[in-house]
């Protein structure tokens, strides 16, 4: 990494603080504010060294769209490991080259969590669309898991499917979020694999 000058690090940090916080890039005038320039010429500069020194980047015209394209050392990402089904079953979430994704809020950003894109309609009343990104933690142990809550679950000789969560004995319902979809339903609960529970989504656009 190009080493920064005490200016750039300083809307650097502030850039990781903020985008970390809340998902997406703030305004030019917020960054002047959040720094006490006077204007916003002195964001810009150095916005531009950030830029050339390969730290961030944007769409020409757009600042919103910044992104951020190197963080410090150690810092924490999660990797979009493939596609998953919202619709039926499937023999496995669909695999592609692992794709770092780090503007993401840092509650997202634990270690272990993992995105996939969804696939299908299935949980469209759970406000989860096609193509959008939801991000899964591990849990190994369903009785760990509260009633209704989303997850990317593999049903012994089936598949993967991503649906509500419900267990009464030994008995697991997979429950869509989308009535044109049946309920999946299966008596022995040793059958069902949770593979990850939702714990953010976010969406493209």
Known sequence: ???????????????????????????????????EFRSNSPVQLHLER????GYVSWEKGRMRTLQILQRP??????????????????ESFTEHEPELLVDLPQKFRKPGNYALRVIGESMINAHICPDDIVILRPEADPQQLKPGCIVAARVEGEGVTLKHFYQKGSQITLMPANPAYPAIEVEDASRVQIQGVLVGMFRDY
């Open 1 to 35: 990494m190009i080493p920064l000058n005490p200016r750039e690090k300083k809307l650097f940090d502030w850039l990781l603080s903020y985008v970390d916080e809340h998902g997406y890039a703030p305004s030019i005038r917020q960054m002047a504010a959040a720094l």
């Open 50 to 53: 950030l830029k050339n020194k």
């Open 73 to 90: 050392e150690g810092s924490q990402g999660v990797y979009l490991l493939g596609t998953i089904a919202a619709g039926g079953v499937v």
